[in-house]
């Protein structure tokens, strides 16, 4: 199982909440003595660092290598030999040598005096008419697993770390991960994780290398190179990785000034809140004759009741569609808000000046015939840019098929649309076909929120909208369709806060540029246009579709269904072989069938016929009914294990299920559907997709999106958890001299768990539980898998070399669904660490995260005579309540 939780501390860095601090409070990792060689490079415009200075840095910053020291004679080469010990390596120093084995300038493996001397000679004589500095000597690494660590920059990303195993992996297979810089703890456990030759790294039974160093490596790597922004590359080829550590053979550094910009875009983030919901809106090209854009823009905005004033302008008409036309827009009088803008290309300029001139703060230009068409449509675009840039007008487009939002009743779209209803979907798209084509036959299966073609985007792109749709209530899901993405960096840190709201699912279509990048260092040469764009989607959290019908068949599901809260699966099936489909796919994506309790097993049989399949996946054969799902359902809603169902209809009777279906109470739990060959039965289809039901073609693709509902659940929920944790105040404390780290607890912590409850006294447990209390597998899995937005559940560990890692005491703050803002407080610490204030520390940190997360009261109770607990309450200064023959309640207002 990946790791879902980071459980790193204040200590660490926590690279991805680029708000919290500047990076100026850090301490560097990089002394500023070392930081010297890397500008003494740059001032004397080197593009590379040696392998003897880059390993110097990097021995400076705590990165094992075999070594730097350089000899300027036989002697001294021996000498260092000696003092480090045979064998050893030597290697040309020499700036004009970047591949050193190809030029014949590396010697392993020197056993001897002899050897070393000989050694040294070769190198002298086959340099001899280059520039020689001198001859490295190092220890001889022994071997391990070859592996490749190196940064790139992507000129829209900025700096991007990369890892794979040495030799063919690289090579040959491309087996590479990447990541865009700085990366967090989570990012370099999937990292590793990611690469096909991961199972090397694991090795069979026990770790073939340590994967926690690795993971450090990877960490120290990232903070080096955010810190020295003159560091343009880096390769570190190879490094050799061992069961205990890792060792870097060969360091290579490429330096520059580093450039101004990189990652600055050119829109500002003011809120588009009114560009969406606009009081006013000016037609500049209405028309009444049907077939023209600008009839169909106008005709769209008047059918669908935009709620606010319209302005056809048009200087040959009086009235467009019985509305009064305006020469100009100049001659309107009262403000104008936004303006679409679909008149000939050549008269886009002037329209946009007087849109300036009147004060218009947006500009959707429907017009075609700019960037997308040629040089002289390229001249025209950066014309409107300069004369908006002087006013602060936004514009959308140029060449976009405008904006939908069914909220408020506005449709700009060029093609003619009908009725669409109210929905939840926002959709960003760099085609105008997504609000036009392909928008009026998916209205038929899923409802819009708001639909933003962005065309050229000059001035307003993706990521400003967005930002915005992360930000409107009304819009639950993000689907995106993109071609290209602008300001990379900003994208991925806009779309990694999003995620943590909202899905976003984005379709991007590869369209390779690597052939445009000046490629120096190996690491370059691997980051495909496409690897960087997974790399940051993967790390904001974006969910990416493979294709339109992928890109729809997840928007459908997270739109009409909640998120599954865990991964067991019911089937409910008429035929095996397409349960059998479903099953292969669930655990394929890392789901899994649930396994039903025994009484609910039974509750099962009696609601089938006796020849029917009583298992998961539940065959009901062809004679299932309707009802017969529904008291099925109705079972499975009970069951702790089943987190949703995959239900499998004939399509024939597909009619007969919407409204059965529809009358069933699920209880949180999602449900999607399988109907082979459904578009065949597309009326009722329709029908089933309407009533909330997502449908699809085959059970494979049914599990799968379960799967990515469920997995984003997981992510969205660990990335709340960091969050949390990085309020901790106080991470590592010690109790007995001993070393406690506090952290939140996590879905891996079952083991330790169970023995944390099994190791407590049945006093201990009565007083926390107030009943007799056990570890049951199901609890377990209960406890430890905490809704982050629900609960805060800390934890005390203790972890020293030769204790395995045990838990000390449990802490949770339990949000109260019923009262806003106030939560339950509760504690248990194990028997032999009671009254040693380590009680007082968690409670204290715990309240801290409460008042962090925003909650006004803590509550607790328990019992009037666990003295422990009630002074542990009245150091954190709780106040009482009140008190009846048992219990005593005790309040904590945060301010
Ligand atoms: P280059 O990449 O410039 O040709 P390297 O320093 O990477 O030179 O050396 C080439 C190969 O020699 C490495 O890939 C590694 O297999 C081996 N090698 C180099 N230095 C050592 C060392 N100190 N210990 C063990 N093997 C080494
Ligand atoms: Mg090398």
């Not at 590869?510 to 980051?527: D, I, M, N, Q």
Request: contains cysteine.
């Amino acid at each position: 199982m990946k790791q879902t939780f980071s459980v790193s501390g204040k200590s660490k860095t926590a690279p991805n909440d680029t708000s919290d601090e500047s990076s100026s409070t850090r301490v560097k990792v990089l002394k500023d003595e070392l930081a010297e060689i890397i500008h003494q490079a740059v001032r004397d415009n080197r593009s590379y660092l040696m392998e003897h200075e880059s390993k110097e840095i990097l021995e400076g910053i705590g990165i094992k290598t075999t070594g730097y020291l350089v000899a300027r004679s036989e002697d001294e080469a021996l000498a260092i030999s000696e003092k480090i010990g045979f064998p050893v390596v030597l290697k040309i120093v020499s700036p004009d040598v970047v591949h050193k084995t190809d030029a014949g300038g590396v010697k392993l493996n020197l056993a001897s005096a002899e050897n070393v001397r000989s050694a040294y000679r070769e190198i002298l004589d086959t340099f001899k008419y280059q520039h020689v500095e001198g001859v490295a000597v190092q220890r001889m690494a022994r071997s391990g697993i070859e592996a490749i660590i190196g940064v790139t920059r992507d000129p829209s990303f900025g700096p991007l770390i990369m890892f794979g195993l040495g030799g063919v992996f690289v090579e040959v297979l491309r087996d590479v991960s990447f990541r865009i810089l700085p990366i967090t703890e989570n990012d370099a456990v999937g990292m590793i994780e990611e690469i096909r030759g991961y199972a090397l790294l694991k090795g069979y039974r026990g770790h073939a290398v340590d994967l926690s160093a690795l993971q450090q490596l990877l960490i120290k790597i990232s903070q080096l190179v955010m810190e020295n922004p003159q560091i343009a590359e880096l390769d570190l080829n190879p490094l050799f990785l061992y069961p205990d550590g890792y060792i870097t053979v060969d360091a290579r550094m490429f330096v520059s000034e580093p450039t101004v910009n990189e990652n600055k875009t050119q829109a500002g983030s003011d809120s588009l809140r009114d560009f969406f919901y606009p009081k006013s809106i000016a037609v500049i090209g209405a028309s009444d004759a049907p077939g023209k854009l600008g009839y169909n823009v106008f005709r769209n905005l008047l059918n669908h009741h935009f709620p606010g004033k319209l302005y056809p302008i048009n200087p040959g008409k009086d009235s467009v569609l019985g509305v009064k036309v305006y020469k100009s827009i100049l001659d309107v009088e009262e403000p104008i808000v936004l303006a679409i803008i679909i008149v000939p290309a050549k008269a886009v300029g002037q329209a946009i000046e007087d849109c300036c001139a009147k004060g218009v703060r947006f500009a959707v230009v429907e017009a075609a015939g700019f960037a997308e068409s040629g040089e002289e449509g390229k001249q025209a675009q950066t014309r409107i840019g300069k004369i908006i840039h002087q006013t602060g007008c936004r514009v959308l487009g140029p060449n976009c098929s405008g904006v939908i939002n069914t909220h408020h009743n506005m449709v700009q779209s060029i093609g003619l649309l009908d009725d669409l209803k109210k929905g939840n979907v926002g959709m960003i798209a760099q085609a105008g076909v997504y609000a036009a084509g392909i928008l009026t036959g998916l209205s038929n299966v899923l409802d819009f929120g708001i639909v933003a073609t962005i065309g050229n985007k000059m001035d307003i792109n993706e990521t400003d909208i967005l930002e915005y749709l992360s930000d409107d209530d009304n819009i639950k899901v993000i689907v995106m369709y993109m071609e290209d993405i602008r300001s990379g960096k900003r994208f991925f840190e806009v779309a990694s806060r999003a995620a943590v709201r909202k899905p976003v699912i984005v379709l991007k279509s590869g369209r390779t540029e690597a052939g445009k990048k000046a490629v120096s260092s190996h690491t370059a040469s691997l980051a495909g246009n496409d690897e960087i764009n997974s790399a940051a989607f993967k790390q904001s959290g974006i969910i990416r579709a493979r294709d339109n019908e992928h890109l729809f068949a997840l928007s459908r599901a997270f739109s009409k269904q909640p998120v599954p809260k865990g991964n067991g699966v019911l089937v409910i099936t008429y035929t095996g072989s397409i349960g059998v489909a479903a099953t292969d796919m669930l655990y394929l994506s890392d789901m899994r069938l649930a396994t039903l309790e025994p009484y609910f097993q039974k509750r099962l049989k009696n609601a089938l016929p006796d020849y029917a399949n009583v298992g998961n996946p539940i065959d009901c054969s062809f004679s299932m009914t309707p009802e017969q799902v529904k008291n099925l359902i109705e079972i499975g809603v009970e069951s702790n294990d089943v987190h949703s169902f995959i239900v499998i209809i004939q399509g024939e009777i597909l009619g007969s299920f919407v409204d059965v279906m529809k009358n069933i109470d699920y209880k949180g739990k999602p449900v999607v559907c399988c109907v082979a060959c459904k578009e065949f039965m597309i009326d009722d289809v329709v029908k089933m997709e309407q009533a909330g039901f997502p449908i699809y073609s085959t059970a494979e693709m049914a599990a799968e999106v379960l799967g990515r509902m469920y997995h984003y659940g997981v992510r969205r929920q660990s990335a709340i958890a960091d969050s949390i944790v990085r309020h901790l105040t106080k991470d590592k404390l010690s109790v007995d001299d001993l070393p406690v780290r506090l952290r939140l607890i996590n879905p891996k912590d079952i083991g330790l768990w169970t023995d944390f409850v099994n190791g407590c006294s049945e006093k201990s447990l009565w007083l926390r539980f107030l009943s007799p209390f056990s570890a049951t597998p199901e609890r377990a899995q209960r406890f430890c898998n905490v809704n982050p937005e629900e609960e805060i559940a800390l934890v005390a560990e203790m972890s020293t070399p030769d204790h395995l890692n045990k838990l000390l005491g449990i802490a949770r703050i339990i949000k109260n669904t019923r009262c806003e803002g106030e939560a339950e407080y509760a504690i248990i610490i194990s028997d032999p660490w009671q009254n040693k204030s380590l009680g007082i520390t968690l409670s204290e940190q715990c309240i801290e995260l409460a008042k962090k997360e925003g909650y006004k009261t803590i509550r607790a109770e328990t019992l009037q005579e666990n003295y422990a607990m009630i002074r542990i309450f009245r150091r954190c200064d709780f106040e009482f309540d009140g008190k009846d023959e048992s219990m005593v309640s005790m309040s904590l207002k945060l301010s």
